[in-house]
């Protein structure tokens, strides 16, 4: 059964956040890690879905400090590099120079830089199945990016009432991205390019959208 509810985690550390770090973009990071299917994970995040379209909100923070990181790495050929953007032989076989499929083989350390922000707590509005919820967050001790380095550490998570669908708030306003065709608030507000279904990453899920100010 789906309820509405404001899901609050309470921060150790600083956290990375690129994107808009929606809810079920979160719950999504860690249903893969336990089924291993993206089809499998989209299907079965516990959070109403109409359409590709998850009644959960984007990350919502209050700021208490900022600050960077910088963090140098190397390169993998079949993570980092996709052989179609290589220049090939003439009549296209080939690649034009050879790729060593092992990290530092052929390749430098590329660095990597983040914005770090300082939260006492993050907060999401969500309409969703509050009990399955719980039991996928019960293996959520770190979250954002660079979680094996430290930041984005869980204190607690807690669970209150929500007064708004994941969607749009009391004011109109968006709390997520939401299709220009499918968004019911306020219409003079900004609109902008961005993905609002999973997969994030790809573009093909991208469309003039109203939204939130990004965190940054």
Known sequence: ?????KIEATLRTPIIIQGYMTFDALLGALL???????????????IQCDDGLFYASAAQVE??????????ANLRAQHDLNPNHVKKSRDGSKLHKSLGLKRRRQ????????RTITVNSISWDVTGDINQI?????????IGKKRTAGYGEVISWDFKNS???GLIDAQ???????????FNGDK????IDTAWKPAYWNPENRSACYAPEPVS
């Open 1 to 5: 059964m789906f309820e509405q509810v």
């Open 32 to 46: 893969f890690e336990r089924l291993q299917d993206v089809d499998k994970t989209h299907s079965s995040i516990p």
């Open 63 to 72: 700021v208490i400090d900022r600050g960077g990181l910088a963090i140098a």
């Open 107 to 114: 390749f430098g350390a590329v660095l990597n830089k983040y």
């Open 134 to 142: 719980e039991d996928l967050l019960n293996d959520a001790f770190f």
């Open 163 to 165: 007064e708004t669908d």
């Open 172 to 182: 109109g306003q968006a709390l997520r991205p939401i299709p220009v065709e499918r």
């Open 188 to 191: 003079s507000l900004p609109i």
